[in-house]
């Protein structure tokens, strides 16, 4: 079945570095691959989210890559916030039941000011 | 405004009374999850269904049901709660599988 890993499971970055957070997938018919955040004590929310037609999609400071070859894809955070600080989950489709949604065990980044 | 609503928000109840979670969407959508959130496991699918009257287990629905009588509705039933069921619950819905999928607030429950 879709299995997916997600690392590192904490990061720490400077206000202002770049963060990476990386998610492997291993149904190579999924398609669909969004990025949830989640503030503390709030609900997930989708900040970004690619198919795999795509390579690469960019919204301003967030942009996440697909490679699909290797079955895995990233989440690029550039100029890091202190509102950045959260928990990160990557998810991958699951076709063969109705394209549902496998989680990432989710990252905590925190953003030092 | 277009949301997931969930009732109750916060639950502690005994081993054994059965409870019910509501959660409802008024975006029309045809597909509703239920997770559960454990520290360091990530959101773990409990059941889904992708259009009324129709249910599947997800990967952890052990001791846990649902309905889809009505196309916004998707209720979650303990019938026995154990304590290994406490947790933060989430509902979600989406227009069908495969797309963004919009969580209510969770529930957090807690069984003595």
């Known amino acids: 079945g879709e299995n997916v890993e997600q690392h590192p499971s904490t990061l720490s970055v400077q206000e202002g570095d770049s963060a990476v957070i990386k998610c492997t997938y291993s149904?190579?018919?999924?398609?669909?691959f969004p990025w949830y955040k989640q503030e503390l004590g709030k609900r997930p929310q989708l900040i970004i989210d690619?198919?795999?037609?795509?390579g690469e999609k960019k919204d301003q400071r967030i942009a996440v890559t697909l490679n699909k070859t290797a079955k895995h894809f990233s989440l690029h955070i550039t100029e890091t916030q202190p509102e950045d600080s959260a928990v990160y989950f990557c998810a991958a489709s699951w076709p063969e039941y109705g394209n549902k949604l496998v989680f990432g065990a989710g990252t905590i980044l925190r953003v030092k000011s | 405004e277009a949301q997931v609503t969930q009732n109750p928000r916060y639950l502690i109840t005994v081993t054994g009374k059965k409870l019910t979670v509501t959660c409802s969407q008024n975006m029309n959508h045809e597909y509703m999850s239920w997770y559960r959130q454990d520290p360091g496991l990530g959101l773990r699918q409990i059941y889904y269904?992708?259009?009324?009257?129709?249910?599947d287990k997800g990967d952890v629905p052990e001791g846990y049901k649902v309905s889809r009588k009505e196309k916004r509705n998707f209720p979650l039933i303990l019938e026995s709660p154990s304590p290994n069921q406490t947790s933060l619950y989430f509902c979600a819905s989406s227009q069908t599988g495969g797309n963004e999928q919009f969580f209510g607030p969770g529930t957090r429950l807690t069984v003595l």
């Open positions: 690619i198919r795999s037609n795509v």
């Open positions: 149904d190579s018919a999924s398609n669909y």
């Open positions: 269904s992708m259009n009324v009257e129709v249910t």
